[in-house]
Nanobody, 118 residues
Framework: QVQLVESGGGLVQPGGSLRLSCAAS????????MSWYRQRPGKERELVAA????????NYADSVKGRFTISKDNAKNTMYLQMNKLKPEDTAVYYC???????????WGKGTLVTVSS
């Protein structure tokens, strides 16, 4: 019953934008820190963006600063990653993650593929 389901991935041209969604079910996101990771071809999974569950701080990888924004909608129990000015090197499988403030529970989505190409 506990799930994170990503959506919004797809093919986009360089310079374009996508908004990824991660819908949570079986638990309430408000009690969790949220983050987005990605895995580029031939690379290790890396942290892209993170936010405290209370929404009082955010952190971004240097490669996406100024272009990506992490957010959530508690009413919809959904987290988002707005991606602007996309580059070919942003091509990756993107994963959402929710970790309880106690760190006793840690949930992952199955990933959504983003391909940036002309």
């Amino acid at each position: 019953q506990v799930q994170l389901v990503e959506s919004g991935g797809g093919l986009v041209q360089p310079g374009g934008s996508l908004r990824l969604s991660c819908a949570a079910s079986g638990f309430t996101l408000s009690s969790y820190a949220m983050s987005w990771y990605r895995q580029r071809p031939g690379k290790e999974r890396e942290l892209v963006a993170a936010a405290q569950g209370a929404g009082r701080s955010t952190n971004y990888a240097d490669s996406v600063k100024g272009r990506f924004t992490i957010s959530k909608d508690n009413a919809k129990n959904t987290m988002y990653l707005q991606m602007n000015k996309l580059k070919p090197e942003d091509t990756a499988v993107y994963y959402c993650n929710a970790r309880h403030w106690t760190e006793a529970m840690d949930y992952w989505g199955k990933g959504t593929l983003v391909t940036v190409s002309s």
